[in-house]
């Protein structure tokens, strides 16, 4: 029986940086616990930080606010960061004035955010490992026992074939 971990997300859309400046902050907090990622990303440099800091603080939120509408017991201290993803969002198509009284036309790039922490799966916790029983184990051997003597014959028997032809050329040669 396998138990389905829940995923609490949040969204910030429409957000004016590009997609690979907001990528770069995203990378650092990918897989951490949440705990460390708002470390991360109150101390990050990036101007795109604090609205990343924001939406894992929500995506906090909203996780807490759905287990106890659910009465699901959700470990706060073992959510991790599952996803975070930053998307294209519309560009917006600007024009700066170049010489001689053209134009030049240059893109503003918008981003769409996806973060979703998820409950990490504690070691003790309900997966379990399926192991061979020992009366399976020898069989196997012993097959791969007999397996290896046919091998060493039929090299043995290839080997053999061209000793002969060399014998065979030597008697012929005299």
Known sequence: ???ATREYRAEARFQRVSPQKARLVLELIKGRRVQEALDTTAFAKKRIAP???KLLTSALDNAKYVAGEEGIDLDVDNLYVKQA???DGPRMKRIRPA???RAYRYQRRLTHIVL???ERETANGLVTKVEE???EQPKKAAGKAKAAPKTAKAKSAKASKP???AA???KSGK
């Open 1 to 3: 029986m396998a138990v």
């Open 51 to 53: 609205v990343v800091h």
């Open 85 to 87: 993803i930053a998307n």
């Open 99 to 101: 010489p001689m009284g």
């Open 116 to 118: 979703s922490v998820a």
């Open 133 to 135: 029983p020992e009366a």
């Open 163 to 165: 000793a002969a032809k």
């Open 168 to 170: 065979g050329k030597k």
